[in-house]
């Protein structure tokens, strides 16, 4: 097992912060492929977290990459696309060394097996739920509430105007 340094992402732990942590290793290897690409092709609202879009087809093959085979969350993919471009940036060592200096605390040691072993625990931990009837999303729907949330379709272009538009609509009610 080879044990390397990462950031916390979600500061949630368990097999939501090791999704992230997949995310982020994914991202890595399609970036060692891609060298030149842009982030800049990201669109994301200022003092909104958990939508970052694009219609760009390079960021669509890094989307597709990062999640394949995983129920990510806007919130896992806005936070991984962020460290991603950071890590594009500074190069992976820069960017654990100004995380070190800046955030000491969310630098941890972990290995892939680890993370795969979180991963797989959370998922048969929610497939456990389903088969016995519970519905995880009800759990988190009363503890954030369903009023504060906005779903949205990655696959479906319309969805996410819509989801950008509720989103302004929100912060323009809130600014009122």
Not at 76 to 103: N, P, Q, T, W
Not at 127 to 149: R, S, W
Not at 159 to 164: E, G, N, Q, R, T
Request: charged letters at 30%; aromatic letters at 8%.
């Amino acid at each position: 097992m080879t044990t390397f340094k990462t950031v916390d992402i979600s500061g949630f732990g368990g097999g939501y912060e090791a999704t992230c942590q997949r995310m982020l290793l994914r991202g890595r290897a399609w970036l060692q492929e891609h060298p030149d690409f842009d982030f800049s092709v990201y669109e994301s609202a200022t003092g909104v977290y958990g939508l970052v879009t694009t219609k760009h087809p390079m960021a669509k093959a890094l989307d597709d990459a990062l999640t394949k085979d995983l129920d990510a969350t806007g919130a896992m993919h806005h936070g991984c696309i962020s460290m991603l471009a950071k890590i594009h940036r500074d190069g992976y060592e820069g960017f654990i060394g100004k995380a070190e200096a800046e955030v000491p605390d969310r630098v941890y040691e972990t290995t892939m097996e680890q993370i795969t072993a979180e991963v797989d625990a959370a998922e048969a931990e929610w497939l456990a739920k389903l088969a016995t009837g519970d519905d995880p999303m009800e759990e988190i729907l009363q503890t954030i509430g369903p009023e504060n949330i906005i779903q949205v379709d990655f696959d479906d272009p319309d969805s996410l105007d819509d989801a950008a538009r509720e989103i302004a609509r929100r912060i323009k009610e809130k600014e009122e």
